[in-house]
Protein backbone atom coordinates (compact mmCIF):
# COMPACT_ATOMS: atom_id res chain seq x y z
CA UNK A 1 0.00 0.00 0.00
CA UNK A 2 1.24 3.41 -0.63
CA UNK A 3 0.58 5.98 1.88
CA UNK A 4 1.58 9.95 2.93
CA UNK A 5 4.41 10.51 5.03
CA UNK A 6 3.64 10.67 8.94
CA UNK A 7 5.57 12.55 11.68
CA UNK A 8 6.69 9.41 13.28
CA UNK A 9 8.00 8.29 9.64
CA UNK A 10 11.05 10.53 9.68
CA UNK A 11 13.42 8.49 11.48
CA UNK A 12 13.25 5.13 9.23
CA UNK A 13 12.99 7.15 6.11
CA UNK A 14 16.30 8.85 7.48
CA UNK A 15 17.84 5.47 7.81
CA UNK A 16 16.53 4.25 4.25
CA UNK A 17 18.09 7.49 2.86
CA UNK A 18 21.26 7.40 4.32
CA UNK A 19 21.69 3.72 3.36
CA UNK A 20 19.92 3.50 -0.26
CA UNK A 21 22.60 6.58 -0.93
CA UNK A 22 25.70 5.10 0.78
CA UNK A 23 25.24 1.80 -1.59
CA UNK A 24 23.88 3.69 -4.96
CA UNK A 25 26.67 6.27 -4.70
CA UNK A 26 30.04 4.26 -4.01
CA UNK A 27 31.79 6.80 -6.06
CA UNK A 28 30.78 9.86 -3.64
CA UNK A 29 32.82 9.67 -0.70
CA UNK A 30 30.28 8.59 2.89
CA UNK A 31 31.41 12.01 4.84
CA UNK A 32 28.86 13.79 2.30
CA UNK A 33 26.09 11.45 3.03
CA UNK A 34 26.30 11.60 6.69
CA UNK A 35 27.07 15.42 6.34
CA UNK A 36 23.72 15.92 4.26
CA UNK A 37 21.50 13.68 7.30
CA UNK A 38 20.72 16.48 9.46
CA UNK A 39 19.27 18.81 6.47
CA UNK A 40 17.30 15.67 4.75
CA UNK A 41 15.52 15.01 8.45
CA UNK A 42 14.80 18.77 8.43
CA UNK A 43 13.60 19.21 4.99
CA UNK A 44 10.70 16.07 5.36
CA UNK A 45 8.06 17.29 6.89
CA UNK A 46 7.86 19.81 4.64
CA UNK A 47 8.20 18.08 1.66
CA UNK A 48 5.49 15.89 -0.14
CA UNK A 49 6.84 12.20 0.71
CA UNK A 50 4.94 8.81 -0.64
CA UNK A 51 5.99 5.59 1.02
CA UNK A 52 5.41 2.27 0.41
CA UNK A 53 4.05 0.13 3.18
CA UNK A 54 3.97 -3.48 3.52
CA UNK A 55 2.22 -5.80 6.31
CA UNK A 56 3.37 -2.50 8.17
CA UNK A 57 7.21 -2.03 7.24
CA UNK A 58 8.42 0.90 5.41
CA UNK A 59 9.70 -0.60 2.28
CA UNK A 60 10.48 2.64 0.40
CA UNK A 61 9.69 5.87 -0.22
CA UNK A 62 9.81 8.89 -2.75
CA UNK A 63 10.17 12.21 -2.00
CA UNK A 64 8.74 15.31 -3.92
CA UNK A 65 8.57 19.35 -4.79
CA UNK A 66 6.53 20.06 -7.19
CA UNK A 67 7.18 17.93 -10.64
CA UNK A 68 10.64 17.32 -9.58
CA UNK A 69 11.42 14.19 -7.91
CA UNK A 70 13.96 14.91 -5.09
CA UNK A 71 14.18 11.11 -4.61
CA UNK A 72 13.18 7.80 -4.87
CA UNK A 73 14.71 5.09 -2.32
CA UNK A 74 14.25 1.60 -1.67
CA UNK A 75 15.15 -0.35 1.64
CA UNK A 76 17.76 -2.89 0.63
CA UNK A 77 16.21 -5.90 1.46
CA UNK A 78 13.00 -5.08 -1.22
CA UNK A 79 14.63 -4.70 -4.01
CA UNK A 80 13.59 -5.56 -7.29
CA UNK A 81 10.01 -6.34 -6.20
CA UNK A 82 8.94 -3.58 -7.93
CA UNK A 83 8.55 -0.82 -5.08
CA UNK A 84 10.69 1.80 -7.17
CA UNK A 85 8.15 1.05 -10.21
CA UNK A 86 5.09 1.16 -7.80
CA UNK A 87 6.10 4.87 -5.98
CA UNK A 88 7.11 6.02 -9.53
CA UNK A 89 3.28 5.20 -10.88
CA UNK A 90 1.52 6.57 -8.21
CA UNK A 91 2.69 10.23 -8.38
CA UNK A 92 2.82 9.29 -13.19
CA UNK A 93 -1.04 9.18 -11.86
CA UNK A 94 -0.87 12.59 -9.83
CA UNK A 95 1.80 15.11 -12.04
CA UNK A 96 1.70 16.24 -15.59
CA UNK A 97 4.98 15.85 -15.98
CA UNK A 98 8.12 14.47 -14.14
CA UNK A 99 11.46 15.81 -13.69
CA UNK A 100 14.71 14.55 -11.63
CA UNK A 101 18.95 14.65 -11.49
CA UNK A 102 20.12 11.41 -11.68
CA UNK A 103 24.06 10.73 -11.25
CA UNK A 104 25.86 9.74 -14.37
CA UNK A 105 27.68 6.97 -12.67
CA UNK A 106 24.24 5.50 -10.62
CA UNK A 107 24.13 3.56 -14.51
CA UNK A 108 21.53 1.57 -12.35
CA UNK A 109 19.30 4.24 -12.17
CA UNK A 110 19.38 6.39 -15.37
CA UNK A 111 18.39 2.68 -16.69
CA UNK A 112 15.37 2.39 -14.47
CA UNK A 113 13.99 5.82 -15.51
CA UNK A 114 14.82 5.02 -19.27
CA UNK A 115 12.61 2.04 -18.95
CA UNK A 116 10.16 3.57 -17.17
CA UNK A 117 9.65 6.65 -19.87
CA UNK A 118 12.15 9.38 -18.93
CA UNK A 119 14.21 10.80 -21.29
CA UNK A 120 18.03 12.50 -20.58
CA UNK A 121 17.42 16.76 -21.53
CA UNK A 122 20.25 17.91 -19.96
CA UNK A 123 23.60 17.56 -18.44
CA UNK A 124 26.00 19.25 -16.34
CA UNK A 125 28.23 18.85 -12.92
CA UNK A 126 26.25 19.30 -9.45
CA UNK A 127 28.62 21.97 -7.47
CA UNK A 128 28.04 20.16 -4.13
CA UNK A 129 30.00 16.95 -5.46
CA UNK A 130 31.56 17.58 -8.80
CA UNK A 131 29.47 14.49 -10.24
CA UNK A 132 27.91 14.73 -13.60
CA UNK A 133 24.27 14.49 -13.82
CA UNK A 134 21.66 14.03 -16.11
CA UNK A 135 18.44 15.98 -15.96
CA UNK A 136 15.70 13.45 -16.81
CA UNK A 137 12.38 14.17 -17.88
CA UNK A 138 8.71 12.12 -18.54
CA UNK A 139 6.17 13.55 -20.06
CA UNK A 140 2.13 12.95 -18.95
CA UNK A 141 -0.60 11.96 -21.40
CA UNK A 142 -1.77 15.15 -19.83
CA UNK A 143 1.29 17.24 -20.17
CA UNK A 144 0.73 20.48 -22.61
CA UNK A 145 3.03 22.15 -24.95
CA UNK A 146 5.60 24.18 -23.33
CA UNK A 147 5.49 22.46 -20.13
CA UNK A 148 8.61 20.25 -20.46
CA UNK A 149 11.01 21.93 -18.71
CA UNK A 150 8.78 24.27 -16.47
CA UNK A 151 9.21 22.93 -12.72
CA UNK A 152 7.92 24.82 -9.77
CA UNK A 153 9.61 24.42 -6.71
CA UNK A 154 9.81 25.82 -2.80
CA UNK A 155 13.02 26.82 -2.10
CA UNK A 156 16.06 29.66 -1.85
CA UNK A 157 16.92 31.02 -5.67
CA UNK A 158 20.32 31.71 -4.10
CA UNK A 159 21.33 28.23 -3.58
CA UNK A 160 20.03 27.23 -6.92
CA UNK A 161 22.30 25.14 -9.35
CA UNK A 162 21.01 26.97 -12.54
CA UNK A 163 23.31 28.14 -15.36
CA UNK A 164 21.32 31.43 -14.77
CA UNK A 165 19.18 33.14 -12.09
CA UNK A 166 17.07 36.41 -12.15
CA UNK A 167 17.47 39.06 -9.56
CA UNK A 168 13.78 40.26 -8.99
CA UNK A 169 16.33 44.07 -9.01
CA UNK A 170 15.12 47.74 -8.78
CA UNK A 171 16.07 50.11 -11.83
CA UNK A 172 19.63 51.21 -9.36
CA UNK A 173 20.69 47.58 -9.59
CA UNK A 174 22.55 48.96 -6.38
CA UNK A 175 20.97 46.33 -4.18
CA UNK A 176 17.62 46.28 -2.29
CA UNK A 177 15.32 44.00 -0.41
CA UNK A 178 13.95 40.65 -0.52
CA UNK A 179 14.94 38.79 -3.38
CA UNK A 180 17.62 41.02 -4.14
CA UNK A 181 19.16 41.67 -1.17
CA UNK A 182 19.53 37.81 -0.42
CA UNK A 183 21.37 37.21 -4.05
CA UNK A 184 23.75 40.35 -3.17
CA UNK A 185 24.68 39.17 0.24
CA UNK A 186 24.52 35.63 -0.90
CA UNK A 187 26.89 36.40 -4.29
CA UNK A 188 29.34 38.57 -2.19
CA UNK A 189 30.38 42.56 -2.84
CA UNK A 190 31.90 41.68 -6.06
CA UNK A 191 28.38 41.25 -7.56
CA UNK A 192 27.44 45.33 -6.37
CA UNK A 193 30.96 46.54 -7.72
CA UNK A 194 30.04 45.27 -11.51
CA UNK A 195 26.26 46.24 -10.96
CA UNK A 196 27.93 50.15 -10.27
CA UNK A 197 29.41 49.66 -13.87
CA UNK A 198 26.21 48.91 -15.52
CA UNK A 199 24.17 52.10 -14.72
CA UNK A 200 20.78 50.81 -13.70
CA UNK A 201 18.40 49.25 -15.83
CA UNK A 202 14.59 50.45 -17.71
CA UNK A 203 11.81 48.45 -15.58
CA UNK A 204 10.91 45.10 -17.70
CA UNK A 205 14.71 45.14 -19.21
CA UNK A 206 17.23 43.12 -18.49
CA UNK A 207 21.13 43.64 -17.56
CA UNK A 208 23.49 39.97 -16.76
CA UNK A 209 26.71 39.89 -14.54
CA UNK A 210 28.30 37.36 -13.30
CA UNK A 211 27.01 35.07 -10.38
CA UNK A 212 30.36 35.57 -8.07
CA UNK A 213 29.91 33.25 -4.60
CA UNK A 214 26.76 32.17 -6.16
CA UNK A 215 26.53 28.37 -7.56
CA UNK A 216 24.83 30.14 -10.18
CA UNK A 217 26.83 31.13 -13.30
CA UNK A 218 25.04 34.20 -14.00
CA UNK A 219 22.60 36.67 -12.35
CA UNK A 220 20.03 38.58 -14.90
CA UNK A 221 18.73 41.32 -13.31
CA UNK A 222 15.42 42.82 -14.10
CA UNK A 223 13.63 44.96 -12.20
CA UNK A 224 10.01 44.06 -12.40
CA UNK A 225 6.88 46.75 -13.09
CA UNK A 226 5.28 48.38 -8.97
CA UNK A 227 1.73 47.45 -8.73
CA UNK A 228 -0.02 50.71 -9.90
CA UNK A 229 -3.73 49.08 -10.47
CA UNK A 230 -3.33 47.42 -13.73
CA UNK A 231 -3.61 50.46 -16.06
CA UNK A 232 -0.21 51.64 -16.68
CA UNK A 233 1.37 48.76 -18.72
CA UNK A 234 2.14 46.58 -15.69
CA UNK A 235 1.04 43.03 -17.63
CA UNK A 236 3.37 43.85 -20.65
CA UNK A 237 6.51 45.33 -18.11
CA UNK A 238 6.02 41.74 -16.29
CA UNK A 239 6.02 39.72 -19.31
CA UNK A 240 9.15 42.10 -20.83
CA UNK A 241 10.65 40.79 -17.86
CA UNK A 242 10.81 36.81 -18.22
CA UNK A 243 10.65 37.08 -21.70
CA UNK A 244 14.15 39.37 -22.00
CA UNK A 245 15.56 37.42 -18.84
CA UNK A 246 15.11 34.12 -21.10
CA UNK A 247 16.38 35.91 -24.46
CA UNK A 248 19.34 37.14 -22.59
CA UNK A 249 20.53 33.46 -20.69
CA UNK A 250 19.80 32.06 -24.50
CA UNK A 251 22.34 34.66 -26.33
CA UNK A 252 24.93 33.57 -23.10
CA UNK A 253 24.42 29.77 -23.47
CA UNK A 254 22.70 29.05 -20.52
CA UNK A 255 20.51 26.52 -20.58
CA UNK A 256 18.85 25.88 -16.96
CA UNK A 257 17.23 29.34 -15.67
CA UNK A 258 15.66 30.26 -12.08
CA UNK A 259 13.37 32.65 -11.52
CA UNK A 260 12.19 33.97 -8.25
CA UNK A 261 8.43 35.80 -8.33
CA UNK A 262 9.27 38.98 -9.75
CA UNK A 263 7.06 41.82 -8.46
CA UNK A 264 4.64 40.09 -6.16
CA UNK A 265 6.46 41.16 -2.87
CA UNK A 266 7.30 44.47 -2.19
CA UNK A 267 5.95 45.83 -5.85
CA UNK A 268 2.64 44.47 -5.21
CA UNK A 269 1.65 43.06 -8.24
CA UNK A 270 -1.30 40.78 -7.59
CA UNK A 271 0.22 37.41 -7.13
CA UNK A 272 -2.82 35.21 -9.11
CA UNK A 273 -2.53 37.63 -12.12
CA UNK A 274 1.52 37.69 -12.36
CA UNK A 275 1.60 33.69 -11.90
CA UNK A 276 -0.65 33.61 -15.14
CA UNK A 277 1.16 36.18 -16.84
CA UNK A 278 4.68 34.10 -15.78
CA UNK A 279 3.43 31.24 -16.74
CA UNK A 280 2.45 31.98 -20.43
CA UNK A 281 5.49 33.98 -21.03
CA UNK A 282 7.96 30.58 -19.77
CA UNK A 283 5.76 27.93 -21.33
CA UNK A 284 5.72 30.35 -24.70
CA UNK A 285 9.30 30.54 -24.81
CA UNK A 286 10.21 26.95 -23.53
CA UNK A 287 8.05 25.86 -26.68
CA UNK A 288 10.70 27.57 -29.38
CA UNK A 289 13.70 26.37 -26.97
CA UNK A 290 13.21 22.98 -25.87
CA UNK A 291 16.67 22.79 -25.03
CA UNK A 292 15.95 24.65 -22.31
CA UNK A 293 14.68 24.47 -18.58
CA UNK A 294 13.05 27.09 -15.90
CA UNK A 295 12.84 26.33 -12.16
CA UNK A 296 10.42 28.63 -10.66
CA UNK A 297 11.95 29.20 -6.98
CA UNK A 298 8.55 29.94 -4.99
CA UNK A 299 9.75 31.74 -1.55
CA UNK A 300 6.65 30.38 0.43
CA UNK A 301 3.72 27.85 0.03
CA UNK A 302 0.81 30.71 -1.14
CA UNK A 303 3.43 31.96 -3.55
CA UNK A 304 4.00 28.09 -4.50
CA UNK A 305 0.35 27.00 -4.70
CA UNK A 306 -0.39 30.47 -7.42
CA UNK A 307 2.00 29.26 -9.89
CA UNK A 308 1.39 25.38 -9.65
CA UNK A 309 -2.69 26.51 -10.18
CA UNK A 310 -1.72 28.82 -13.10
CA UNK A 311 0.50 25.81 -14.98
CA UNK A 312 -3.03 23.84 -13.95
CA UNK A 313 -4.98 26.24 -16.17
CA UNK A 314 -2.21 27.22 -18.91
CA UNK A 315 -3.55 26.68 -22.03
CA UNK A 316 -7.25 25.75 -21.34
CA UNK A 317 -9.72 29.04 -22.81
CA UNK A 318 -9.59 31.58 -20.33
CA UNK A 319 -12.55 31.41 -18.04
CA UNK A 320 -15.34 34.36 -18.63
P1 LIG B 1 9.70 42.71 -5.97
O1 LIG B 1 10.28 44.00 -5.50
O2 LIG B 1 9.95 42.43 -7.44
O3 LIG B 1 8.27 42.54 -5.58
P2 LIG B 1 10.64 41.03 -3.74
O4 LIG B 1 12.02 40.60 -3.48
O5 LIG B 1 10.01 41.99 -2.76
O6 LIG B 1 10.62 41.60 -5.25
O7 LIG B 1 9.69 39.74 -3.83
C1 LIG B 1 9.61 38.91 -4.95
C2 LIG B 1 9.40 37.48 -4.48
O8 LIG B 1 10.66 36.94 -4.10
C3 LIG B 1 8.48 37.31 -3.26
O9 LIG B 1 7.63 36.21 -3.50
C4 LIG B 1 9.47 37.00 -2.15
O10 LIG B 1 8.86 36.21 -1.14
C5 LIG B 1 10.50 36.20 -2.90
N1 LIG B 1 11.81 36.01 -2.27
C6 LIG B 1 12.42 36.69 -1.26
N2 LIG B 1 13.62 36.15 -0.98
C7 LIG B 1 13.79 35.08 -1.83
C8 LIG B 1 14.81 34.10 -2.04
N3 LIG B 1 15.93 34.10 -1.33
N4 LIG B 1 14.60 33.15 -3.00
C9 LIG B 1 13.48 33.15 -3.74
N5 LIG B 1 12.48 34.04 -3.60
C10 LIG B 1 12.63 35.00 -2.66
Redesign the pocket.
Given at each position: MIRKMKEADGAELCAIWLSANLEAHSFIPAEYWLGSLEAVRRALPQAEVFIYENSGHIEGFIGMNGSCIEGLFVRSGARSRGVGAALLEHVRQRKPYLTLYVYQKNRRAVRFYERSGFEKRSFGKEEATGEEEYRMEWRGPACKEGIMGYTIIS????TQHADAIVN?A?TSLLG????????HRAAGPELLRECRTLHGCRTGEVKITKGYRLPARYVIHT??PVWRGGNAGEDELLAGSYRSSLRLAAENGAKTVAF??????????PLERAARIATETVCGFLREHPDMSVTM????ER?KAAYEKALAEYGSPPKK
Amino acid sequence: MIRKMKEADGAELCAIWLSANLEAHSFIPAEYWLGSLEAVRRALPQAEVFIYENSGHIEGFIGMNGSCIEGLFVRSGARSRGVGAALLEHVRQRKPYLTLYVYQKNRRAVRFYERSGFEKRSFGKEEATGEEEYRMEWRGPACKEGIMGYTIISGDITTQHADAIVNAANTSLLGGGGVDGAIHRAAGPELLRECRTLHGCRTGEVKITKGYRLPARYVIHTPGPVWRGGNAGEDELLAGSYRSSLRLAAENGAKTVAFPSISTGVYRFPLERAARIATETVCGFLREHPDMSVTMVCFDERTKAAYEKALAEYGSPPKK
